[in-house]
């Protein structure tokens, strides 16, 4: 499995969901990905975002914006390779077959 970093994620997630997909729309957001987003003029934040998916239960959140460790059963498959895939120059020959 290829896991993001948490932050890199909820970033990608939040322009991608709130910007792309919802156009900006608050409404949209709320009613779609972030039910605890506060009702208000103007766009959100990150900040925004952060503190309404805070308040969310992890295993409620969308799928989206979920912790990973949820979705990889880390106690069932072998995670032996950490790849940076921002640096694919450090791979190896194996770990780029592998991708």
Not at 25 to 33: A, G, I, L, V, Y
Request: aromatic fraction near 14%; charged fraction near 25%.
């Amino acid at each position: 499995a290829v896991v993001r970093h948490p932050w890199d994620r909820l970033n990608s997630g939040f322009r991608s969901k709130y910007e792309e997909w919802c156009n900006l729309d608050n409404e949209c957001f709320t009613k779609h990905f972030v039910p605890t987003m506060p009702k208000k003029e103007g766009k959100y934040t990150f900040h925004e975002f952060v503190k309404a998916l805070s308040k969310i239960p992890p295993l409620q959140m969308d799928v989206h914006f979920r912790p990973q460790t949820l979705i990889c059963e880390l106690t069932t498959f072998p995670y032996d390779e950490f790849v940076d895939l921002k640096n694919t120059t450090q791979m190896d020959l194996g770990q780029e077959e592998w991708l």
